[in-house]
């Protein structure tokens, strides 16, 4: 490979990653901002029966059927941050897609609940862990 090819490489990857990361928050991340009370609107996109169990402390549960509807009820005055099962699952980067063409400015949790859960994160709920386990995955 010549210089020239890598440099072009190197600045695509710069530029992916650069945009991957400000359009993510971590679960530490994310436990930071509800900590500093910053304006979110969190939007858990499981079933209704794991997000009785454990979510994110504020989520709302919303599915992705349900979200372009829903949508006219968020402000896009806060950050929506949208999570759904685990780092497999697509939901939540199909709700940041579908919530970002609306013009809301709009992060996806890395790693979904799993993560947040397995950091050990204050929830709300029972604290069951969620695995996806269902055709809506995504």
């Known amino acids: 490979m010549t210089t020239d090819l890598l440099t072009k490489q190197s600045a695509k990857a710069v530029e992916y990653f650069e945009q991957k990361l400000a359009f993510e928050i971590g679960p530490i991340g994310l436990k930071y901002a509800l900590e500093a009370k910053e304006s979110l609107t969190i939007i858990d996109l499981r079933t209704p029966e794991l997000f009785a169990k454990s979510h994110v402390p504020g989520a709302i549960n919303v599915s992705f059927e349900e979200l372009d509807k829903a949508a006219d009820k ?65």
């Open 74 to 138: 968020f402000s896009k005055d806060k950050t929506t941050v949208v999570y759904c099962y685990g780092i497999t699952c697509h939901l939540a980067a199909k709700a940041a897609l579908l919530l970002a063409k609306k013009g809301f400015p709009v992060k996806e949790l890395y790693g979904g609940f799993d993560e947040y859960h397995a950091a050990q994160l204050p929830t709300e709920g029972t604290h069951t862990k969620s695995s996806c386990g269902t055709s809506s995955c995504g």
